[in-house]
């Protein structure tokens, strides 16, 4: 597929949980982290949504935030993705920050320099992609 969202994630769809207008989507990686895509029912109907189905979950960098310490805190964002910072590719204002996920996967995050400053953002790092469900747009073969 040919998209501008820099993080595409092959998968499976493990479970789908239908309510009365969205549908909570699980799609399982390869390397057995699961990515979770809030779409409409509309869009479960449209693209045969279905479990054991193979699907593509895009995710723009710029949805992606970069924690490397929760300190004691929880948050509401269902995908949290723990791995080791591979590059840090520094620009003018923005950053990419690329993590390797233990399964092979690879997610980039586009940050603010100040926030690679702040954080200490380096190679062999660890640090946890965070994005919210509805951030995943999710794509079928046709």
């Known amino acids: 597929m040919k998209a501008s969202a820099r ?3 092959s998968g499976t769809i493990k479970e789908v949980i239908i309510g009365a207008v969205n549908a909570e ?3 399982g990686l390869k390397g057995g982290e699961t990515i979770v895509a809030s779409i409409t029912k ?3 109907e449209n ?3 279905e479990t054991g189905k193979k699907v593509i979950a895009l995710v723009k960098a710029p949805q992606v935030i970069v924690v490397t310490d929760f300190g004691g805190y929880r948050i509401s964002a269902r ?3 723990e791995g080791t910072i591979t590059d ?3 620009g003018a ?3 990419e920050v690329d993590i390797a996920l233990p399964g092979g996967d690879k997610i980039a995050a ?3 320099n100040d926030s690679v400053e702040t954080l200490g953002l380096r190679k062999g790092q660890t640090a946890t992609a965070v994005f919210k469900a509805g951030a995943v747009i999710l794509g079928v073969q046709s």
């Open 7 to 9: 993080n595409q994630f």
């Open 25 to 27: 989507v699980h799609v």
């Open 42 to 44: 509309e869009s479960v």
């Open 47 to 49: 693209l045969a949504i």
């Open 79 to 81: 995908n949290q993705l």
């Open 88 to 90: 840090v590719k520094h």
């Open 93 to 95: 204002v923005n950053t």
């Open 110 to 112: 586009t940050v603010t």
